[in-house]
């Protein structure tokens, strides 16, 4: 689907939203600038750069992007699927306790700012790189207020989630589809090399019933399958595609500097 696909092979042009801290993009510690998003050689790098006090930025410079244009919901006789090429860095470099370096990069669907038009504005994590050699997939709904309030979420729910190379933690009704790929991944350091990291939606027919299902995987391999409402907005509701660095965790990025998450390409299927 090329509407929805890019090769990072020409400037990115109005398909993408550069973040920018003038326009009140941050992350933690992080302040988002265009100059931190570089296209070159077939290669979006999303850089994160040593704070420096004295110029004029309150935070450690970072970059990141969200499309334009909506990754496509899932219907009753067609399924969506996204794919994204990535090389990305991790928050717990030296154990899965460390948060040494406290920011990480992420791949995710979301569209932003969220709004009342669009309650309950589902996001889909694909992969948020807390550890080197783990996946952290996880959905969440961020309700806004009706106008005149701004429309800075009110309430956040953290629907689910799922993190490889560990026991599942929620608890789902019986029969329910639920299956977070609880051993480990096997692949080494995610964060070594490039892999492709993929997320289908679908409306498929479990126990002569509709459903939505949602299927996470890396490398082809499966390592979250999910079991929605078929009328979710989970499944069915187009969302922008979000590239980041983030800087959720408290205290400042640890060294090296500059942090980039190389990403080779991002491709739609529908």
């Not at 930025?57 to 970072?62: C, H, S």
């Not at 952290?136 to 190379?165: F, I, Q, Y």
């Amino acid at each position: 689907m090329d509407s929805a696909s890019d090769e990072f092979d020409q400037p990115l042009g109005s398909r993408w939203r550069v973040y920018d801290v003038e326009e009140g993009d941050r992350s933690g510690e992080l302040a988002y600038l265009p100059e931190m998003v570089e296209v070159s050689n077939g290669v979006l790098r999303l850089y994160i750069r040593n704070d420096t006090p004295d110029d004029g930025v309150d935070g450690y410079p970072a970059g990141a992007v969200e499309s334009t244009f909506d990754v496509p919901g899932a219907g009753a006789q067609r399924a969506s699927c996204v794919e994204v090429r990535t090389k990305g860095f991790a928050a717990n470099v030296a154990s899965h306790t460390a948060w040494d370096q406290n920011v990480f990069s992420a791949v995710w669907l979301a569209t932003r700012p969220p709004s009342y038009d669009t309650n309950p504005n589902p996001e889909l994590d694909i992969q948020e790189f807390f550890w080197v050699d783990e996946m952290h997939m996880a959905l969440h709904t961020w309700e806004s207020p009706p106008p005149p309030a701004p429309p800075t979420p009110t309430e956040h729910t953290a629907v689910d989630n799922c993190r490889t190379g560990r026991a599942d933690q929620t608890t789902d009704p019986v029969g329910v589809i639920d299956d977070c790929h609880t051993d480990p991944l096997g692949l080494g350091d995610l964060t070594a090399a490039q892999h492709t990291y993929g997320l289908r939606r679908e409306i498929a027919t479990i126990d002569g019933q509709p459903a939505g299902l949602l299927t996470f995987y890396v490398d082809g391999v499966t390592t979250w399958t999910k079991e929605v409402s078929a009328d979710s907005p989970f499944v069915t509701e187009g969302r922008h595609l979000v590239l980041s660095t983030q800087g959720n965790p408290p205290g400042d990025p640890g060294p090296p500097f500059p942090k980039v998450a190389l990403h080779a390409w991002v491709r739609t299927y529908h």
